[in-house]
């Protein structure tokens, strides 16, 4: 091999030489036009669809007022005015499904989409079952994720564990996700038909998803075909929550505790987060997110929007364990007495 030959070879095995760096993502340029065109595209479709008319027509003459202004004549590309749109909204709309979303790529090509993230190795969010003694059994859930057989299957194994406990005690302080479905579910293993003596319904309605209009657009209902030993609608019941604690399972612990008390709550208040949100594109790298549903329960008639679930026992989220357990022998003790 000649000199240069194997200098050449040198440099093709060096670290970093001869690869491609990626290419910085996409940050679209927006000139005048484009930008009175999205902002005013935005607002038009927030007067028409958000959940809250009155809000979303406050937040929507902001925006125009802002434009007329120039409060915008400044940002010149996709992921800054959507930053700044978003801050403009949400100090009118407080809630997680109402902003400006800047993607880096482009919309418009399929090729560019990113592949959808592999779904965790997590069993589904169901994650944990302990017993802590005096029969008392413990749930861990960090994640309702969405309804299929596999996740039918693994619910009706994760909750067959606790079916013999005297008290359950439920830990949502980490959970998130939004399978509304999976939360009707995992109720169905916890609630019985109370409201009469003589008739029983098999299926419970637990709250619905409304428009501006009041339609339901999604019901959710209790499940009477389930796979598994069911704990029961009469033993003790205790769900753990915090300010982490947001959507789907916000609308598990609001369900159980609105119907006539069935669970405890323990904890410190929810996310707040009882809305679902849609989006359409505006640009190339530009999606407009707009919350077009709210929860409605079928007890109280009413959600948990911004303040969030209300404990009944309020604690410190790293004391609520502790606090639930105290609360579960007491209960078991009680249960016990009034058999």
């Known amino acids: ?127 944990k079952y302990q017993q802590l003694g005096a029969n008392i059994g413990y749930l861990q859930i960090t994640r309702f994720g969405p309804l299929h057989r596999a996740s039918l299957e693994a619910a009706g194994r994760f909750m067959a564990q606790a079916a013999d406990d005297d008290a359950l005690i439920i830990d949502l302080r980490e959970a998130g996700g939004d399978g509304e479905a999976m939360a009707a579910l995992l109720s169905s293993y916890l609630l019985d038909d109370k409201r009469s003596y003589v008739f029983k319904d098999k299926r419970l309605h637990l709250h619905d998803q409304v428009d501006r209009d009041g339609r339901a657009l999604q019901e959710y209902w209790t499940d009477d075909d389930l796979r598994g030993a069911r704990f029961g609608g009469d033993k003790p019941l205790f769900v753990l929550i915090s300010e982490r604690t947001s959507g789907a399972a916000e609308a598990f612990a609001y369900d159980l ?56 026992r309020m604690v410190r989220p790293a004391d609520a364990l502790d606090s639930a357990t105290a609360l579960a022998r007491q209960a078991i003790h009680t249960h016990a007495l009034t058999r």
């Open 257 to 312: 505790q609105q119907y006539q008390g069935r669970a405890v709550v323990v904890g410190a208040p929810s996310a707040g987060d009882a809305v679902v949100g849609a989006s359409q594109p505006l640009s190339r790298q530009l999606r407009g997110v707009i919350a077009v549903t709210r929860a409605v329960n079928t007890s109280s008639r009413a959600n948990w929007q911004t303040v969030g679930v209300q404990p009944d």
């Open 1 to 127: 091999m000649s000199r240069n030959a194997w200098f050449a070879a040198l440099l093709m095995l060096s670290p970093g030489v001869g690869a491609q760096t990626p290419p910085p993502p996409l940050d679209e340029a927006l000139d005048a036009p484009a930008r009175a065109h999205i902002v005013g595209e935005y607002a038009r479709r927030l007067t028409g669809q958000h959940v809250d008319a009155a809000r979303a027509k406050q937040a929507a003459d902001e925006l125009r007022r802002r434009l007329a202004h120039g409060a915008y004549d400044e940002l010149r590309t996709a992921r800054s005015l959507a930053a700044q749109v978003t801050r403009d909204v949400q100090a009118i709309i407080p809630d997680r499904h109402t902003y400006l979303e800047y993607v880096p790529y482009d919309l418009s090509d399929e090729r560019q989409r990113p592949a959808a993230p592999p779904a965790p190795a997590d069993n589904y969010g169901l994650r």
